[in-house]
């Protein structure tokens, strides 16, 4: 059974910042392409980072400078570094993995964690 299980949030300042944790475990990680997504109260979900099975990365507009995602093929974890966090951050984040292009079928196979919650206030 694949598990996503995310950790990391909590409550923090304006300016503060918080890293996000998603342990994967029950596939073959290095074979997934790995993102964080989020979502605000009366929001829809949104993709904040992602970043593939080779290791390339992309960061959304609206958190460019401030977030950055990585991964640790060994510890089978992949990272959300958030800096200068701003109240408009606050939002459920989900770690989602997605079967890349070299290990389907089946193709866009995909898994989702439960969240952590990111609440940014002074």
């Known amino acids: 059974q694949v598990q996503l299980v995310e950790s990391g949030g909590g409550l923090v300042q304006p300016g503060g910042s918080l890293r996000l944790s998603c342990a994967v475990s029950?596939?073959?990680?290095?074979?997934?392409?790995m993102g964080w997504y989020r979502q605000a109260p009366g929001k829809q979900r949104e993709l904040v980072a992602s970043?593939?099975?080779?290791?390339?990365?992309n960061v959304a507009d609206f958190v460019k400078g401030r977030f950055t995602i990585s991964r640790d093929n060994i510890k089978d974890t992949v990272y959300l570094q958030m800096n200068s966090l701003k109240p408009e951050d606050t939002a459920v984040y989900y770690c989602?993995?997605?079967?890349?292009?070299?290990?389907?079928?089946?193709?866009?196979?995909?898994?989702w964690g439960k969240g952590t919650l990111v609440t940014v206030s002074s």
């Open positions: 989602n993995a997605l079967l890349d292009d070299m290990h389907g079928p089946p193709y866009g196979m995909n898994y």
């Open positions: 029950g596939t073959i990680f290095s074979n997934y392409n």
């Open positions: 970043i593939s099975s080779i290791g390339n990365s």
